[in-house]
């Protein structure tokens, strides 16, 4: 119990510390024009209350990750906390403010147009597909999902086939219209249900009197995986997700001003971590250990996890209720991801978003693969979105470091950060059975050879330019 006390408390000091430091380290000034007020449009660039913006952004980004993500990453012991903590505090926080600001100096641009700015064209032309890609993957398994856990709640009556239709239909309507029709409107309510849902399962850990374990190093996984870097693949939205620096630049298209990103941005992310913790704590706890939730995990995906806990520590209204929370998620991110997509593209053809027609030429051949794709098993799927999620999050952080370190600002809370995640990213895809499948006496130190290289080439590359410009201004 202390370990997850005190882990709460970091998190939370985290926000109110380190999150005012990097507020200040960006340069956020409340008197810099917003495009929420100039280029307001009535459709994707629309002022709203913060409060409203960052419960927004935080069901944007809280969809299944910080929920299924912790519960498989509990498989490992409670050394999931510290990198839920520290990644949480110092990657993932990050990453996403800075994907809201930069969008917001850069008039509500998507996360290609950030990138191609900061780190080339090449990158430009790659993230343009690789987020569009991510996108599709999110809202697919953001579909099946909820889909599966509403079908165990209509045994015998609706399929997951035909929830799948049911999302599908929900998701056209609010990738299409106004955001502040549907999501601005129906979001603050699902955020106060997210809120409850998870403030009630930590609540039934400690009144019933289950045991959260105490904090270890060692590896608790029963199947014996490595921790390094498969936990920090699969503990995705908990701790860091490139998934968020695709919905950060809708929020930026809708804030008043930029001393309120600290709270939207940075703010909707420490809670996010706060969620992926309990549900981390949760499964340990409720299951006697990590080998007891091996096996139900063994047995059926994530879903039955939620299903089993919710029931057993609310009973059945209460865990019903708590069910219904946990659906929300994913429904309230797999919309955006869509909305996105939609955005992103409409982007690279220059299509003008505000013609209701146009919207629909872009969404209906996006929702035509994501069903198709809803298709495949979960497991599969998850997997590529859980590497494609943290190597977006590595390039939106090398994005971020240069725009620091160009503008002479303190470029190391972005590049640390995207150093180690780089490191992640490369070591699992030479690792993993879906990438190159290599040994980790091959993998490990590619991956750490590759981020050195990385991390010398920014210098050396940013430096080079810092000194041709101070050259050019002595002149």
């Known amino acids: 119990m202390i370990t997850f006390i005190l882990a709460v408390v970091v998190l939370i000091v985290g926000y109110i510390i380190y999150g005012a430091f990097v507020d200040r380290v960006f340069g956020a000034d409340e008197n810099n024009p917003t495009p929420a007020c100039t280029m307001n449009d009535g459709v994707d660039y629309v002022p709203m209350d913060w409060k409203k913006n960052f419960l927004i952004q935080l069901l944007n980004i809280a969809g299944l990750g910080p929920i299924f993500g912790a519960i498989a990453g509990a498989l490992w012991g409670p050394v999931a906390f510290i990198w839920i903590v520290i990644g949480g505090i110092f990657a993932g926080a990050v990453h996403d403010y800075l994907a809201g600001m930069l969008s917001m100096r850069n008039n509500g641009a998507s996360v290609p147009t950030i990138v191609g700015k900061y780190l080339g064209s090449g990158m430009k032309k790659f993230v343009n597909f690789f987020s569009v890609l991510l996108l599709i993957l999110v809202g697919t398994v953001f579909m099946t999902g909820p889909a599966g856990?509403?079908?165990?709640l209509t045994p015998g009556f609706l399929t997951k086939n035909v929830w799948l239709g049911?999302?599908?239909?929900?998701?056209?309507?609010?990738?299409i219209v106004p955001i502040d029709k549907v999501i601005g409107r129906v979001y603050p309510v699902f955020g106060g249900l997210l809120i409850l849902m998870a403030v009630g399962i930590i609540g039934g850990i400690f009144v019933k009197g289950y045991s959260i374990p105490e904090l270890t190093l060692s590896n608790m996984h029963p199947g014996?995986?490595?921790?390094?870097?498969?936990?920090?693949?699969?503990?995705?939205?908990?701790?860091?997700?490139?998934?968020h620096c695709t919905q950060s630049p809708m929020m930026a298209r809708c804030t008043k001003n930029e001393k309120l990103g600290r709270r939207i941005f940075y703010g909707a992310m420490i809670v996010e971590s706060l969620i992926a913790l309990?549900?981390?704590a949760a499964a340990m706890a409720f299951f006697n250990g990590t080998e007891g939730l091996y096996q139900v995990l063994q047995n059926g995906n994530p879903a039955l996890v939620v299903?089993?806990?919710?029931?057993?520590?609310?009973?059945a209204v209460g865990g019903t209720l708590a069910v219904l929370g946990v659906?929300?998620?994913?429904?309230?991110?797999?919309?955006?991801?869509?909305?996105s997509a939609r955005l992103t593209i409409a982007e690279v053809f220059n299509s003008s978003q505000k013609e209701f027609t146009n919207r629909l030429k872009i969404a209906i051949p996006l929702f035509t693969v994501g069903f198709i794709l809803s298709q495949m098993d979960f497991s599969i799927?998850?997997?590529y979105f859980s590497w494609s999620n943290q190597t977006l999050a590595m390039i939106m952080l090398w994005a971020g470091a240069v725009y620091l370190r160009n503008n002479a600002r303190l470029h190391w809370v972005a590049t640390v950060p995207a150093t180690f995640m780089t490191a992640v990213s490369i070591t699992y895809i030479f690792q993993a059975p879906e990438g190159f499948g290599l040994d980790t006496a091959i993998s490990y130190p590619v991956g750490i050879v590759a981020a050195i290289i990385t991390l010398g080439y920014f210098l050396f590359k940013t430096g080079s330019k810092a000194k041709v410009e101070a050259k050019m201004q002595e002149m």
């Open 381 to 383: 799927l998850w997997r």
């Open 149 to 152: 856990l509403l079908e165990s």
């Open 278 to 280: 309990i549900w981390a």
């Open 307 to 315: 299903h089993k806990v919710s029931i057993g520590l609310l009973g």
């Open 327 to 339: 659906i929300v998620l994913p429904i309230t991110s797999g919309d955006t991801s869509f909305r």
């Open 224 to 243: 014996g995986l490595p921790i390094w870097p498969l936990m920090f693949i699969t503990i995705a939205c908990g701790a860091i997700s490139g998934f």
């Open 166 to 175: 049911i999302i599908l239909v929900y998701y056209i309507v609010a990738t």
